[in-house]
C-alpha cells in the first residue's frame, strides 16, 4: 500500500481520509490527460476503499465533471466493493439529488444514462429515491423536488426525460411527496419557477 500503518498482519493499511482521498483523485483528475488516468489506475489499486466508499459516492461522482471518462472508471471501480452503491445517500443525499440542486447538467446525464446502458440494476440510478437535504431542512425530498426548488431547469428537463422510458419504475415519479405533503410541482410553484411549472402541467395531464 502506498499509505497507512501496518496491522497485526503485517499488512499496510490506508488510514487516510475520505476528504483526503478525494482531495487527491480530484487532482488527478483535473488533470485531464492519459498520464493522469494510467496513475488513478495506480492509486486506486493501491488504496482499500472498502471502508470509505460507502460515504464517498457523492464526492467521487463529481469527479465526473471535469472528466467523465476519469470519472466512470472510478464509478465502476468503487462498484466492485459490496457496500457499494450508485444511490448511496451520504448524510441523507445521493449523488444524483447533490447535482440536481447543484444544477449540474453533466453529472445528471451522466448518472441517467445508467437506466439506458447499464444491465445490472445495482448500478443504475434511482431517480425517485428519497432523501434528506442540509441535515433535515428538506425532508423526505426527491432529485425532481430538489430541481424544481432551486429552479435548475436544464435538470427538470433530463429528468423528465426519463417517462419515454418503457419500465416504469426507471421513470420519474411527479407524484411523490416530501415531508410536507409537497410535489415537485408544488414546489416549482412555490418557488415562482413558472418554466418549470409549466414543463410538468404537461407531463401531468
Not at 467521487?60 to 472508471?73: C, H, L, P, R, S
Not at 429515491?129 to 426527491?142: A, E, S
Not at 427538470?156 to 418503457?166: A, N, R
Request: glycine fraction near 6%; include cysteine.
Amino acid at each position: 500500500m502506498l499509505f497507512g500503518k501496518t496491522n497485526v498482519k503485517g499488512e499496510k493499511v490506508v488510514k487516510l481520509s475520505r476528504y483526503t482521498i478525494y482531495e487527491i483523485i480530484k487532482e488527478i483528475c483535473c488533470d485531464g490527460d492519459q498520464g493522469g488516468l494510467e496513475f488513478l489506475r495506480f492509486f486506486i489499486s493501491e488504496l482499500n476503499l472498502e471502508s470509505l466508499v460507502s460515504k464517498t459516492m457523492r464526492e467521487f461522482m463529481y469527479i465526473a465533471v471535469g472528466n467523465v471518462e476519469i470519472g466512470k472508471e472510478l464509478l465502476e471501480e468503487l462498484l466492485k466493493y459490496p457496500r457499494a452503491s450508485i444511490n448511496k445517500c451520504f448524510l441523507k443525499t445521493s449523488p444524483l439529488m447533490a447535482a440536481c440542486v447543484d444544477g449540474n447538467v453533466k453529472v445528471v446525464k451522466y448518472l441517467l444514462q445508467t437506466l439506458v446502458n447499464e444491465k445490472d440494476d445495482a448500478k443504475k440510478v434511482n431517480v425517485n429515491i428519497q432523501g434528506n437535504l442540509n441535515g433535515d431542512h428538506y425532508k423526505k425530498v426527491t432529485a425532481l423536488h430538489l430541481a424544481c426548488q432551486f429552479g435548475n431547469v436544464e435538470v427538470v428537463k433530463l429528468l423528465l426525460q426519463t417517462l419515454k422510458l418503457e419500465d416504469k419504475d426507471r421513470q420519474v415519479n411527479l407524484n411523490l411527496k416530501n415531508s410536507d405533503g409537497k410535489t415537485a410541482l408544488d414546489l416549482a410553484r412555490l418557488n415562482n419557477h413558472q418554466e418549470i411549472v409549466e414543463m410538468l402541467q404537461v407531463n401531468f395531464s
